[in-house]
């Protein structure tokens, strides 16, 4: 990949204060920390304040840096938006500003080696914490795709007053509930350090491994997967090939079912009256990707299929007329969604007509419903049409 060397040729300065703040902090936890919990042991107040401080950090960069901020996937309450600064402070990734002005780079020019901070087409250590050890080109902060951000008094506050705030959330927090419990040192390895080191590495799994391992169910147009493994870990984040292909959703793991504690966060604070207009991408599109993906699928398996010609030819009919009934159906939509759409605009400039409205609202709703339920029999049909002809092609 000559693209890449080249990038990798790049030589920058080393970027001091993230460069000894990982090492040093990482050395600690491998180190005094097991010493420490060896020799002396930690107490139940230690482990709460761990486990209590590694979520607040954790779910205010998943549901705050992330899709608060950098993909306005919801809007927030300011008590939860302070929150959010604070322990973001403490997860010290940087200041909202520049985390999300990073991020939305990552999303714009995924994968380009010259343009994404943290592109994995540099492997898979410069995409997990290398990119941020030297002052390289691609990583240079521009703050100009976060103007809607600057208009945010929390955000701004937090970008101003960021080192004192992570002073006191990294080390006030532990020192002072160190003391109340009688022991400085415990809670300072454990809430303090070890907390960080989990924190840190945790949040880089996301642009790494979700870079590079899983299942693309979405996109195959960038590197990202979908990988349930890491959504365990990662508070829900792992669904990243969903993300990048709709990234406005509050949602990673869309289905009730995907392992998402930042999305039943965000659900829970939409009930409380503290998170409000949570954006969803219509099932439809959804559905919509994935089909896309398994036609897809399907005709590779058939160019690549040693069958008799005949057989194979029967079978790309099925296929293409499969795909004709999809097209039909995704322009169908496309015009109802107008409709829909202007409708609504209608209704809203003649109140007198409102019932009228409502009663097309309803045969149109009624429509998209049977619509989704086409493309979902249809995602079926194609799942089996897949799996007979691999057990065919494996025969
Ligand atoms: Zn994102
Ligand atoms: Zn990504």
């Known amino acids: 990949m000559p693209e890449s060397n080249k990038a990798i040729k790049e030589n920058p300065p080393i970027n001091w204060a993230p460069t000894l703040i990982f090492s040093l902090t990482f050395l600690v936890a491998v180190t005094a920390v097991p010493v420490y919990g060896i020799m002396v042991g930690y107490d139940a107040v230690e482990w709460t304040v761990f486990t209590l401080m590694l979520a607040f950090c954790g779910l205010s960069i998943t549901g705050g840096y992330h899709r608060l ?3 306005r996937a919801y809007d927030a309450n300011p008590v939860v938006r302070a929150f959010f600064a604070f322990w973001g402070a403490c997860a010290l990734q940087n200041t909202i500003l520049i985390w999300c002005s990073g991020h939305r780079k990552h999303h714009r020019y995924v994968d380009d080696v010259d343009h994404d901070p943290y592109s994995i087409n540099r492997g898979l250590w410069f995409a997990h914490i290398g990119w941020m050890l030297r002052n390289y080109k691609s990583g240079e902060v521009d ?3 976060t103007q809607d951000l600057q208009r945010d008094n929390i ?3 937090q ?3 960021y080192v004192p705030l992570v002073v006191l959330s990294n080390v006030g927090v532990p020192l002072l509930l160190g003391y109340l419990n009688g022991n400085i040192l415990g809670m300072l390895l454990l809430a303090g350090v070890l907390r960080l080191v989990i924190s840190h590495h945790v949040t ?3 642009n790494s491994l979700c870079h590079a391992w899983g299942k693309q169910p ?3 147009t960038n590197t990202t997967k979908d990988n349930f493994m890491l959504a365990l870990f990662t508070y829900g984040e792992g669904y990243h090939n969903f993300h990048h292909y709709f990234q406005t959703d509050y949602r990673n793991g869309v289905r009730w079912w995907q392992f998402d504690p ?5 659900s829970c604070l939409s009930w409380l009256g503290l998170a409000s207009n949570l954006k969803r991408v219509p099932s439809f599109k959804i559905q919509e990707a994935m089909l896309q993906m398994q036609f897809e699928k399907a005709r ?3 160019s690549l299929s040693r069958l008799p010609k005949p057989n194979v030819e029967a079978l790309r009919q099925t296929l293409e007329t499969e795909y004709q009934q999809f097209m039909d159906t995704m322009a169908e939509w496309k015009e109802l969604r107008g409709q829909w759409v202007q409708q609504k605009r209608d209704a809203f400039e003649e109140k007198k007509q409102e019932l009228q409205a409502k009663w097309q609202h309803a045969t149109i709703r009624t429509r998209f419903k049977e619509m989704e339920y086409m493309l979902k029999m249809q995602r079926k049909r194609i799942q089996v049409f897949n799996l007979n002809f691999a057990t065919v092609s494996a025969a």
């Open 300 to 302: 590779k398996q058939l």
């Open 159 to 161: 970008h101003k007053y």
């Open 143 to 145: 703050l100009n795709n």
């Open 155 to 157: 955000v701004m506050f």
């Open 69 to 71: 901020w950098s993909h």
């Open 262 to 266: 930042t999305k039943w966060m965000i």
């Open 218 to 220: 979405y996109t195959n």
């Open 204 to 206: 880089f799994f996301i």
